[in-house]
């Protein structure tokens, strides 16, 4: 039986190479400065005044101070639960570790997973508006709240932002379709108006009727929200497209 090769030992070729690395940055910045430095100061105690040798002195036992609170701390990484909180402090990013101190009780364990989630649900959010060009802040603000709440997976809905339907109308753009995953069984066209209806002229009112009727008659009932109405309470907003979807549901 041919034996298995050993993928360890490319991976432990690299590791070395890095190792190297900071040994070299130790040999030059470290230990080797510090001495030069130090020899230096020896050499110019006897030229300072009587403060400034008092102060070199601090500024030296402090050093000593802090060197030696390194190697204490680094002492703590040497247990197995240490190997992994050091692991996950550095590299925690890349391998899918939190990247932070490894919780040690519950309440800090929460905070963790509270990052975790908020992390996750900013990427979602970001995605979503970047892939369908939103712009707009209601509309933003709109899919926020949808998503923080989980209407596609509580209720097995799918929400399709800058949706095109074709209409009796022509093609119209809506600002956000809402379908079940069976297709034909709930049509939700939502639309965010940044403007009142009264600070329209009578065309673009009458125009917007008539696009309306045509969205209605493709099968669509239709949930139109203000600006305003989505700054003041968007969770009502939200609430009221989620209260069809479960009367549907039901039905």
């Known amino acids: 039986m041919s034996e ?24 030059k910045w470290h230990e ?22 008092v102060a070199l002195w601090a500024r030296w036992t402090k050093r000593m101070q802090l060197q030696r609170l390194i190697h204490t701390r680094m002492k703590r990484f040497d247990t197995p639960a240490g190997e992994f909180e050091l ?17 040690v009780n519950n309440a800090d364990r929460l905070e963790w997973y509270k990052r975790r989630i908020a992390a996750e649900y900013e990427r979602k959010i970001k995605r979503a508006i970047n892939r369908n060009w939103i712009t707009s802040p209601i509309e933003q603000i709109f899919l926020m709240e ?29 600002d956000f379709v809402v379908t079940t995953e069976k297709q034909g069984e709930l049509k939700l066209a939502i639309e965010l108006d940044g403007h009142d209806f009264h600070e329209r002229s009578k065309e673009q009112v009458a125009k917007d009727k008539s696009r309306e009727r045509s969205i209605v008659k493709a ?10 109405e989505i700054f003041r309470n968007v969770r009502r907003c939200v609430s009221e497209v989620e209260d069809l979807i479960k009367a549907h549901q039901i039905a």
């Open 87 to 103: 692991v996950a402090s550095i590299f925690g990013d890349q391998i899918g570790l939190p990247a932070s101190k490894i919780p």
């Open 219 to 228: 099968g669509y009932t239709i949930f139109r929200f203000s600006g305003s």
């Open 32 to 53: 080797l400065a510090i001495e030069k430095e130090l020899g230096a100061d020896i050499e110019r105690v006897d030229g300072l005044d009587l403060w400034d040798q």
């Open 146 to 174: 949808w998503h923080i709440l989980r209407i596609d997976e509580r209720y097995a809905v799918r929400i399709q932002p800058q949706k095109k339907l074709v209409t009796s109308n022509g093609t119209v753009h809506v």
């Open 4 to 27: 298995s090769p050993d993928t360890s030992k490319p991976f432990g070729d690299f590791i070395s190479s890095r190792l190297r690395v900071i040994k070299a940055y130790f040999d």
